[in-house]
């Protein structure tokens, strides 16, 4: 796997403020990444998925930085966030 440079990576990051949808590679396959709070770009990404809303039952993922970040977007009982600390940290 090749590290991105610190300049790729803020062409990257200037590409997803500006709306763009960014082929990521993973593991297995290649995925597609949005900023999620860009409605535009979310909204590309329905359209390449051939999706006309988020309400027909398919989920999006959402990618963060550690297990902290998880309160800010769904709430956690003190089971969840146990086993989200144990496996993720």
Known sequence: MQLLSQKQIKSTKRL?????VLAVPTETVYGLAVKFDH??????L??????????DNKVLTLMLADVAEIGQYAQLN????????QHFC
């Open 16 to 20: 997803l403020d500006n709306g763009a």
């Open 78 to 85: 003190a089971i969840a966030t146990k086993i989200a600390t």
């Open 46 to 55: 329905l359209s390449i998925k051939s999706r006309k809303t988020h309400d």
């Open 39 to 44: 409605a535009d770009a979310v909204a590309k």
